[in-house]
């Protein structure tokens, strides 16, 4: 069974940082290309970034080009998003996803809260 546990949210001053992590299991890992969605509730689920299974190449939502960071350690099956300059508008959250077995799986999410 696909397991994807987020960690690393929190409470973070408009500017600030956090660096979330995706601990993922039961599939191969370094196989797999991999998601950040974000959800405000009520509203839609926003897909923010993927990395390519080796991690050689990464892609993101316009909104947060230039400010979050998405990586991966194949070794320790983790996922990574660095998020820089944190705005209120980012205040969601955060979830890990990988397709496979043409199924998509998220994990249970972390709430990450920018405010003043």
């Known amino acids: 069974q696909v397991q994807l546990v987020e960690s690393g949210g929190g409470l973070v001053q408009p500017g600030g940082s956090l660096r979330l992590s995706c601990a993922a299991s039961?599939?191969?890992?370094?196989?797999?290309?991999m998601s950040w969605y974000r959800q405000v509730p009520g509203k839609e689920r926003e897909w923010v970034a993927g990395?390519?299974?080796?991690?050689?190449?990464?892609s993101y939502t316009e909104a947060v080009k230039g400010r979050f960071t998405i990586s991966r350690d194949n070794n320790k099956n983790t996922v990574y998003l660095q998020m820089n300059s944190l705005k209120p508008e980012d205040t969601a959250v955060y979830y890990c996803?990988?397709?496979?077995?043409?199924?998509?799986?998220w994990g249970q999410g972390t709430q990450v809260i920018v405010s003043s």
């Open positions: 996803s990988v397709l496979w077995m043409s199924r998509v799986s």
């Open positions: 039961g599939f191969t890992f370094s196989s797999s290309g």
């Open positions: 990395i390519t299974s080796a991690g050689g190449s990464t």
